[in-house]
C-alpha cells in the first residue's frame, strides 16, 4: 500500500491496539491464536512490544520455544462501504479498513503471568471486577497460563479509510455510512 495509507503516527497505532485489543499471534509452524494484548511503548509512543498470556497447552507456548519468531495481525475498524453511499454513478465500492501487522520475537515471562492478566483485567474490567473474586481458582488458574512479551521487530500498518476519496465523496460516506466507529477513524484520517 502506498504511504497514503499509512497511520499518521505512533499515537494512532496504539489507539487502534487500545480499541481493539485481540489479535492473531502466529507462529512460523502456521499455529495461530486470538489473543488480547496490551501495547508496550517507547518515551516517542511507538509499539515495542505487545504483553500478553496463553494457556500452556496452547500449541503456540511448544512452537515459539523452539523458534521466537512470528506475526502479530490486528484487525481495526473494517466495513464495506457500497455504491448507494455516494452520489457519483461512476463510483465503485471499497472496503475500508485499519489493520497493524507486527514481526516479533516472542519470550515467555512466567514470572510476570499474574501482572499480565492483572493488567488485562484493569484495561478491560475498568475496575468493576477484580481477579480477587476468583479466590483459590485464580491460583489454579495461574499454574496453568505463561505470559510473554512478544518483541517487535519490524512493522506494516494500514489505513485504508477513505484518504484517496474526493472530498465530497469522502463527505458523502461518512455522513452515510452505518458503522458510526469506522466513519470516526475514518475522520481521523483527514
Avoid at 504511504?3 to 497505532?13: L, Q, T, V
Avoid at 509499539?47 to 511448544?62: I, P, S, W
Avoid at 484495561?123 to 488458574?141: D, N
Wanted: charged share 20%.
Amino acid at each position: 500500500m502506498s504511504s497514503r495509507f499509512e497511520p499518521r503516527g505512533a499515537a494512532e497505532i496504539a489507539q487502534l491496539i487500545a480499541d481493539y485489543p485481540l489479535a492473531w499471534l502466529v507462529s512460523r509452524a502456521f499455529h495461530a491464536s486470538p489473543l488480547p494484548l496490551l501495547a508496550e511503548t517507547d518515551e516517542c509512543g511507538a509499539v515495542v512490544a505487545l504483553f500478553g498470556h496463553c494457556a500452556l497447552r496452547n500449541a503456540l507456548v511448544a512452537d515459539f520455544r523452539a523458534d521466537p519468531h512470528g506475526l502479530i495481525l490486528f484487525n481495526g475498524p473494517a466495513g464495506y462501504v457500497p455504491t448507494a453511499l455516494l452520489s457519483r454513478p461512476d463510483w465503485a465500492p471499497t472496503w475500508n479498513y485499519a489493520v497493524l501487522r507486527f514481526t516479533v520475537e516472542v519470550e515467555f515471562i512466567g514470572d510476570e503471568t499474574r501482572d499480565a492478566i492483572e493488567q488485562l483485567v484493569a484495561k478491560m474490567e475498568g475496575g468493576t471486577w477484580s481477579t480477587a473474586s476468583l479466590g483459590p481458582r485464580y491460583e489454579k488458574m495461574l499454574d496453568q497460563i505463561i505470559a510473554f512479551r512478544a518483541h517487535v521487530r519490524s512493522a506494516e500498518h494500514s489505513f485504508k479509510l477513505g484518504q484517496d476519496e474526493s472530498a465530497e465523496g469522502f463527505a458523502e460516506i461518512v455522513a452515510g455510512h452505518s458503522d458510526r466507529t469506522l466513519a470516526k477513524w475514518m475522520e481521523g484520517q483527514r
